[in-house]
């Protein structure tokens, strides 16, 4: 199963600088109410097929709505064989800038 992250820690490792890959898998409509700033947009449905603009050798964050989403994108990135972090709660719990 994935490790958790939370939006607080998601958000301090951006401002760290750290090398830090965020997936949205929420709807276009829903990241048009704003993402997290440089935060990749994947639709869930779209994973698998989109897998191959992803690097294995890098770590995701997935981040959703409200936490649902990105945990079946975690199930289905990892059983793809990519490293992933589970951003809980969601943009929900998002406090950070958004773009």
Known sequence: MAQQVTPKEVAKRLQSGEDVTV????????????????ATHIPLGQLALRKGELDKAKNYIISCQS?????????ILEALGFKVEDMVGGMNNWSGETE
């Open 23 to 38: 997936i949205d898998v929420r709807e276009s409509s829903e990241v048009a109410t704003g993402k997290i700033p440089g």
């Open 67 to 75: 936490g649902n989403r990105s945990k079946a994108a975690c199930g």
